[in-house]
């Protein structure tokens, strides 16, 4: 098992910074990509960014330019430094791994998730 906690969400104005932790413990090691997703009131949950082992990142082109995905491998922390914030990004931001290869943009290809993270985004 996998938990993972995340951290660093809050209120900010359009055109702010925040940065998201997730703080990985348990059987690590078995977790190959890491990701962020996000979910906005009403709608479905939506991929952000994903980062391997090997630190190959990929991200949705809503973010991208904006957000950057990074780990700390010592902490076995994932950040998602989110910067150029618009009011549509707000949303419940998720952390999330799998135990998979390949190129993950799906929810279902991801084992274990946070508790999330709220991001508001004021305009």
């Known amino acids: 098992q996998v938990q993972l906690v995340e951290s660093g969400g809050g209120l900010v104005q359009a055109g702010g910074s925040l940065r998201l932790s997730c703080a990985a413990s348990?059987?690590?090691?078995?977790?190959?990509?890491m990701g962020w997703f996000r979910q906005a009131p009403g709608k479905e949950r939506e991929f952000v960014a994903f980062i391997a082992r090997r630190g190959t990142t990929y991200y949705d082109d809503s973010v991208k330019g904006r957000f950057t995905i990074s780990t700390d491998s010592a902490k076995n922390t994932v950040y998602l430094q989110m910067n150029s914030l618009k009011p549509e990004d707000t949303a419940v931001y998720y952390c999330?791994?799998?135990?998979?290869?390949?190129?993950?943009?799906?929810?279902?290809?991801?084992?274990?998730w946070g508790q999330g993270t709220q991001v508001t985004v004021s305009s």
């Open positions: 999330a791994a799998s135990s998979n290869f390949g190129f993950l943009t799906q929810a279902l290809q991801y084992d274990y």
């Open positions: 348990g059987r690590t090691n078995s977790t190959y990509i």
